[in-house]
């Protein structure tokens, strides 16, 4: 994986970010993922550098062998939302198994890695999906040293197969 397989997007007006484009998906047991690398921030119009192009190669190679994780995850959260009341309030069918679960999840899976030069850990690394359970806040795994470390931020386990923040 190199920086000149990226393709730099056109910026969004309302964007302050720029971001550029792996030439190729990842295909997953969860489906075809895109790979992203976020520069964030007005000031930095550099391309990506050679740690965004390592930690996207690691969430590559996660995402190719761990989609049984990852679909997990993603099934004990639709659990959590069945019991939460959000399946009904966003006309998601309740009762669909881990393999069917997926239909309910947009196409748009991204691996993503952000890179913010105004903090002090200025990298970050995430996997991206969009639940129609819960497409306002969406589902991003932040992956760090080798796993998913928390979701949207916050720590979780699976107990019991579902979802459960800590």
């Known amino acids: 994986m190199t ?3 990226y393709q730099k997007q056109p910026r969004d007006p309302d964007s302050f970010s ?6 190729r998906s990842v295909p997953t047991p969860l489906g075809d993922f895109s790979v992203e690398l ?10 990506p550098d050679e740690e965004m192009l ?3 190669a690691e969430l590559v190679r996660y995402a190719e062998t761990h989609g049984d994780h990852i679909l997990d995850i993603v099934y004990g ?3 959590l939302a069945g019991e939460s009341g959000w399946l009904e309030m966003e006309c998601v069918p309740s009762g669909l198994s881990r393999e069917t679960v997926l239909s309910q999840v947009r196409d748009d899976r991204t691996l ?3 890179r913010d030069l105004d ?3 200025p990298y970050d690394s995430a996997i991206h999906l ?3 359970w819960d497409e306002e806040h969406a589902l991003s795994l932040e992956f760090r040293d080798g796993q998913i470390v928390s979701a949207n931020d916050d720590p979780f386990r699976l107990e019991d197969g579902v979802f459960r923040w800590q």
Do not use: K
């Open 77 to 79: 959260h639709y659990r």
């Open 18 to 23: 720029d971001r550029w484009l792996w030439q």
């Open 130 to 132: 969009v639940p129609l």
């Open 112 to 114: 993503v890695v952000t």
């Open 54 to 56: 390592r930690r996207a």
């Open 38 to 47: 976020v520069m964030l921030g007005d000031g930095d119009t550099n391309p």
């Open 119 to 121: 903090l002090d850990e």
């Open 3 to 5: 920086a000149s397989e």
